[in-house]
């Protein structure tokens, strides 16, 4: 009999994350769904992050640390040390409105028979420019999901971690849409959105980079569509921690 409720580790990147992480970890607390760890992948954070982590005491959660070498390592070296059947990949500063978040995202993937899924990100307290802006992209990359080449952002994928293995994870060669090349190289066949679990984001690289975030991330896009989806060689990179 198939397993209801399959073993899920959520696996954070973590790079000076005090202010956000904490949020994220509330979110995680007060889920539904029963039966998930959560592996913290630090990447020798120098701020109280480690203290922020330590402080909700929580029985299912581990630290791991490594030296920081982009998010792509970090998530890769935090499945590592992962028991999980599932894999679920937050960043650090997403925040998790409804507790049931975990179990619609899975009870959808199931029903779908997909491999790999995302879910509906959303902006809240921010203007109406950005809440357009954010709607934008999120209808842009569910139109990419009925393609040969869908994508999600690295914010949430839940994938399914022999589909991980078998595909060697995140490509650590990649500075900026490794999250893009994941989804695109694993989910042609068995990927989708799931409207029913929605999340938040925070735009804090738009307000702290402006429009140069905004170009350069369209930029990213137009190279992976020019360069038949490899931004192994891409001129644009990812300040991984730098924003505050």
């Given at each position: 009999?198939?397993?209801?409720?399959?073993?899920?580790?959520?696996?954070i990147p973590c790079y000076n994350e005090a202010t956000y992480i904490g949020i994220l970890l509330k979110g995680l607390a007060s889920q539904t769904y029963p039966n998930f760890e959560i592996v913290i992948s630090n990447a020798n954070s120098t701020d109280n992050t480690i203290e922020v982590i330590e402080s909700f005491n929580l029985p299912n959660l581990k630290i791991v640390s490594s030296e920081a070498k982009g998010p792509g390592y970090q998530r890769n070296f935090g499945v590592k040390h992962t028991k999980g059947e599932w894999l679920l990949f937050f960043d650090a500063d997403v925040i998790l409105p409804d507790k049931d978040f975990i179990k619609k995202l899975f009870l959808t993937t199931m029903e779908n028979n997909w491999m790999t899924a995302s879910a509906r990100f959303k902006v809240k307290d921010t203007s109406l420019?950005?809440?357009i802006g954010t709607r934008i992209d999120y209808d842009y990359l569910k139109f990419l999901s009925h393609t040969r080449h869908p994508v999600a952002p690295g914010w949430c994928i839940l994938t399914k971690k022999e589909l991980f293995e078998t595909n060697?994870?995140?490509?650590?060669?990649?500075?900026?849409?490794?999250?893009?090349?994941y989804v695109s190289r694993v989910g042609r066949k068995s990927f989708g959105f799931v409207e029913a679990a929605c999340y938040y984001i925070n735009l804090r690289r738009v307000h702290e980079d402006g429009l140069a975030?905004?170009?350069?991330?369209?930029?990213?896009?137009?190279?992976?569509h020019t360069h038949h989806y490899n931004l192994e060689k891409s001129p644009y990179s990812y300040g991984f921690g730098k924003h505050k």
């Open positions: 009999m198939k397993n209801k409720n399959p073993f899920l580790s959520v696996v420019i950005e809440r060697k994870g995140f490509n650590e060669k990649i500075y900026f849409g490794e999250d893009y090349d975030f905004i170009y350069k991330s369209i930029a990213n896009e137009v190279y992976r």
